[in-house]
């Protein structure tokens, strides 16, 4: 009976243990770079002249800000910058976006699969003109590796999307010019992600 006691106090009291080898329970910090890829806008229906215009893919940068929740998730804090161009001789775009959601983790001690997915904004801002801001999101997926306890290596994967509404325009006014570069009749517009950072745990 002693013996049955002491086995069940031990197992309750290594539990925890056995959890935080499984999932941090901290402040995770991610500077990542990457590369985008992909981006389609076309040309409002009924226009003089139907287009399809391209974001051109190009080199990325941001970070992930990772915070503990309920086992096994955890709360996101993404923000991404891109420098990109339109095709067909458009204008210089930044594109910043920012976006809170959450991963989920799945199981293992050095390489940790995850799942994850952010809902926000994105901030167009093209050579020469003011602001376009559009609803977007993520989904997307990828590995935690930790050779060490406080410091590890990110590789995901993913995808985004950024709601055009119906009927709208684009860079209107660029470099002083009266016109809108683009008018859409209302998509998504998607691209794809691939980024490699630094984890850093607090």
């Not at 901290?26 to 974001?55: K, N, W």
């Not at 991404?80 to 799945?106: F, S």
């Not at 050779?147 to 950024?162: D, F, M, N, Q, Y």
Request: proline share 4%.
């Amino acid at each position: 009976m002693y013996r049955t006691s002491l086995l069940a106090l031990l197992c309750i009291l290594s539990a925890p243990a056995v959890a935080q080898q499984r999932y941090f329970t901290g402040i995770e910090l991610t500077p990542f770079a990457g590369y985008t890829v992909g981006g389609q806008v076309d040309t409002a229906a009924g226009s003089e002249q139907s287009e399809t215009f391209r974001l051109k893919e190009s080199a990325n940068f941001g970070f992930a800000l990772n915070g503990p929740s309920k086992s096994p998730t955890e709360w996101e804090l993404y923000f991404n910058h891109q420098n990109t161009a339109l095709t067909k001789g458009g204008p210089d775009i930044t594109l910043d976006t920012l976006q809170l959601g959450g991963t989920y983790l799945g199981r293992g001690k050095v390489a940790v699969p995850f799942f994850v997915a952010t809902l926000g904004g994105l901030r167009a801002k093209p050579r020469g003109s003011d602001s376009d801001y559009f609803l977007s999101f993520t989904v997307g997926g990828g590995y935690k590796f930790f050779p060490s306890k406080r410091v590890g290596l990110r590789l995901e994967a993913r995808a985004i999307s950024t709601v055009i509404s119906s009927n709208n325009s684009w860079f209107c006014g660029v470099d002083g010019g009266a016109t809108c570069v683009v008018r859409t009749s209302g998509n998504l517009l998607w691209e794809a992600q691939a980024n490699a950072g630094i984890i850093v745990r607090f």
